[in-house]
């Protein structure tokens, strides 16, 4: 048996006040404590989902990350939607034909997908 899980996915950002904000309107997640010193972390207060910190740098990063999240929903269009209306880029990805997900950057530049999945809460 393993003793081990997912804490946080830690973030790190250019534009803190502004992902902070961006991510805590998508996923409806709330800062576990304030901000402080660059640091926060954001939690799912229905205790379902990982926490996610976000730490602040003085510059942006040099090179896209192949770490990013996936969010499952089971209406994708109405999500980009109102994820583009909270600060969210649409993405110049190359889809397949048959693809089931949109590829989104956040207000630092990082990229996220948004799935369309018939359940919401499958992994």
């Given at each position: 048996?393993?003793?081990?899980?997912?804490?946080?996915?830690?973030?790190?950002?250019?534009?803190?006040?502004?992902?902070?904000?961006?991510?805590?309107?998508?996923?409806?997640?709330?800062?576990?404590?304030p901000a402080h010193d660059g640091w926060v972390v954001l939690h799912d207060p229905s205790g379902r989902g990982p926490n996610l910190s976000f730490q602040a740098r003085d510059q942006m990063?040099?090179?896209?990350?192949?770490?990013?999240?996936?969010?499952?929903?089971?209406?994708?269009?109405?999500?980009?939607?109102?994820?583009?209306?909270?600060?969210?880029?649409?993405?110049?990805?190359?889809?397949?034909?048959?693809?089931?997900?949109?590829?989104?950057?956040?207000?630092?530049?990082?990229?996220?997908?948004?799935?369309?999945?018939?359940?919401?809460?499958?992994?």
């Amino acid at each position: 048996m393993n003793n081990l899980e997912i804490g946080s996915i830690v973030i790190h950002c250019h534009r803190f006040d502004r992902m902070v904000a961006f991510w805590q309107a998508a996923l409806g997640y709330v800062p576990r404590a304030p901000a402080h010193d660059g640091w926060v972390v954001l939690h799912d207060p229905s205790g379902r989902g990982p926490n996610l910190s976000f730490q602040a740098r003085d510059q942006m990063a040099k090179a896209r990350s192949w770490l990013h999240l996936d969010l499952y929903t089971d209406n994708r269009e109405r999500e980009v939607a109102r994820l583009t209306r909270l600060g969210a880029k649409p993405y110049p990805w190359r889809y397949e034909p048959d693809a089931d997900y949109v590829v989104l950057e956040d207000p630092d530049g990082n990229l996220f997908c948004v799935v369309a999945v018939g359940n919401a809460s499958a992994t």
